[in-house]
């Protein structure tokens, strides 16, 4: 089983924490929805072997597309590529392009999962990360989606300066009020070259705090399993049978496509990624070439994404799946180099798994990258 991932680069306006490929331009709109869907003919033998069982609309804000441009690309995947019976379809959308039309018009096209960015309840969060809905859009959308998608995934943002754990438990609180099945839950990053870190760094905007967030990490895990949510990823919780298919594939290893500009593929042994650029992309794609870049992985890059996929999921790294596809020498090393970690009760075996404890999931990147390999010959 694989999955398509269609990047659609256009947003309203830029939040200031983003540094994701995206234009606040939509000129080219049709010119790249054309270009997606000659991206799709021309990959399809990428694909020959392989049933799609996941479409993922990411951005980007996909929500701003019409109902007969969603399923203009829908329709160009069925054509080229073979389709499991029932898809998981997926389309990010912002709360402010989620009207009662819109939410009505999506249920009526092959999208059987939202994934609805909403971030904070609270006017300050949004205004401070320039969000383009408010709280009360984020409500209302929520109201309105509920009635017509099971399926349905929430974002919220933590760490964000100015966020007490009153206000975060009252922004947990309320997604749990609209029985929502899965939310996706992210510490506040200040990433390089965003409005952000510039406000962070001329004091207009107080500086991330990382004990806070770790604290609201904790409060997270603590009252979405309490509600029954499974911590499925680091950044992940859903209740039983509503994990995302598409997130999981990557975290273990499948196969996908990456349509659209800055969209990365992989198909196991080798990583590409297109061009970050719309005009570029178009350019490219209206002369039939695909404006990708490649490398091959070597069996240390594997082993490394392993490790870091792994510790980040609820099933580990598996030490048989180590010594089977990396070897004896591999398995070793993760075992000497992980010793540190599981006497400071930050990762455990069980079953011959190596897993985050509960003290160490906050710290699970770091983790990883203290048992990646570096120049193994």
Known sequence: MSGIYIHIPFCKQACHYCDFHFSTSLKKKDDLLNALVKELELRKDEFKNQMVETIYFGGGTPSLLTKDEIELIINSVYKNYKVVENPEITLEANPDDL?????SSLANTEINRLSIGIQSFFEDDLKLMNRAHNAKEAKQCLDEATKHFQNISVDLIYGIPGLSN??????IE??????????????LTVE???????????????N???????????????????????????????????????????????P???IGPSAHSFNGNERGWNVRNNSKYIKSLEQKIVPIETETLSITDKYNEYVMTGLRTVWGVSLEKVEQDFGQQYKNYLLEHSQKHINE???????????????????SDGIASDLFKINLS
């Open 174 to 187: 309320t997604v749990l009020s609209y029985n929502i099945p899965h939310i996706s839950s992210y510490a």
């Open 208 to 254: 991330v705090d990382d004990d806070l967030a770790q604290e609201q990490f904790h409060i997270l895990i603590e009252k979405l399993e309490a509600a029954g949510f499974v911590h499925y990823e680091l950044s992940n919780f859903g209740k039983p049978e509503y994990f995302s298919k598409n997130n999981s594939a990557y975290w273990l290893g499948k």
């Open 345 to 363: 009760h930050l990762l455990y075996l069980d079953n011959n798994k190596l897993l985050v404890t509960k003290k160490g999931k906050f710290l």
């Open 99 to 103: 009207s009662k039309e819109q939410i």
């Open 192 to 206: 390089p070259k965003t409005a952000l870190e510039t406000f962070i760094k001329k004091g207009v905007i107080k």
């Open 166 to 171: 009153e206000r975060w438990i009252e922004n």
């Open 256 to 258: 996908y496509l990456g």
